[in-house]
Nanobody
């Protein structure tokens, strides 16, 4: 059974930066892609960044250069860094790992999910 565990959340002041980690294990194939999402009380879960198994990355249009996703395959870990944090970045951050080795789908049910890590940015 695949396991996805996020860590690194916490409380940060406006203007600060944070790096989240996601350790993914227990799957029998090399997933097509790894993604980071964010959910807030006022928004649906939104995609922030994606990295595929070839190392190609993609970011949400609103990232404006503040997000960085990376992967350390040897450690089965995916990282997500955010800089220039604002209170609007507060929320629960989730890591998702595609179940398919071939497809990075828009269907969120086709991913393994972690429990999330909370980020709170104070003004």
């Amino acid at each position: 059974q695949a396991q996805v565990v996020e860590s690194g959340g916490g409380s940060v002041q406006t203007g600060g930066s944070l790096t989240l980690s996601c350790v993914a294990s227990g799957y029998s194939h090399d997933p097509r892609c790894f993604r980071w999402f964010r959910q807030t009380p006022t928004k649906e879960r939104e995609g922030l960044a994606t990295i595929n198994k070839y190392g190609t990355t993609g970011y949400a249009d609103f990232a404006m250069g503040r997000f960085t996703i990376s992967r350390d395959s040897a450690k089965n870990t995916i990282y997500f860094s955010i800089r220039d944090l604002t209170p609007e970045d507060s929320g629960t951050y989730y890591c998702a790992v595609s179940k398919s080795p071939d497809v990075c789908s828009a269907d969120l049910s086709t991913y393994y999910w972690g429990q999330g890590t909370q980020v709170t940015v104070s003004a």
